[in-house]
């Protein structure tokens, strides 16, 4: 489970997190708020992808200097080098990952025929699937997915319903928390919305 205690994050025009605290004790957790109250922020800080002022988040009950080795994220906040292809991205994290080409997320997204574009090229539904194919990838404990429905077409996210149903099979101490402004569909696959 993931703790946030008075977490404190400011950019120069917004404070955003004034002594922020929460836990997340579903296995699932849907995160709701209004645009622009720092959702996505807040994954990149859980996942050690932004730095807050101040303030502290236990993983298990345990502060990680390097959460990176626990946590996968997707999340359009995440910059890709957006000249290579589809695939070069995707082998990118096989090889720091030392995992094979992940073929079944690749046709269960029906990505095949994308993989030779650019990044920079895709559409927006088949960046999200990009960034989808190298978060599971991973296969860390704690999954981290900002607004991974979103542009998606509906075979697409039928497939994510099933990777997010079975995700936490062989990861018992695993969580995953995601942010939807169309919360309906993951609630009826388990998820729990918390408020931010
Ligand atoms: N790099 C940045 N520099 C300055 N302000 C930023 C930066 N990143 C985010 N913000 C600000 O932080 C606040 C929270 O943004 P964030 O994207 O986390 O919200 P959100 O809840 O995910 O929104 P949405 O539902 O629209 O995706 C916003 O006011 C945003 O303008």
Known sequence: MIE??????????????ENYNKQFQGKRVCLQAANGRGKTTLLMMLAGLEKPQSGQVLYNNQALKSPQNIVSIASDRIALPDFLTARQVIELSCK?????????????????????????????GNQKKCQLITAFLKQAPFLLLDEPSAALDQTSIKFLLTLLDDYLND???GQIIITSHEQEVFIQHGFECTSL
């Not at 977490?7 to 955003?16: E, M, P």
């Not at 080409?101 to 030779?116: D, S, V």
């Open 171 to 173: 990861k018992p101490n």
């Open 96 to 124: 720091a990952l030392k995992k094979d080409m992940p073929e079944q997320l690749i046709t269960g997204f029906n990505f095949t025929e994308h993989l030779k574009t650019r990044f920079s090229a895709l559409s927006s």
């Open 4 to 17: 946030i205690n008075n977490l404190n994050k400011r950019f120069a025009s917004a404070h955003v997190f």
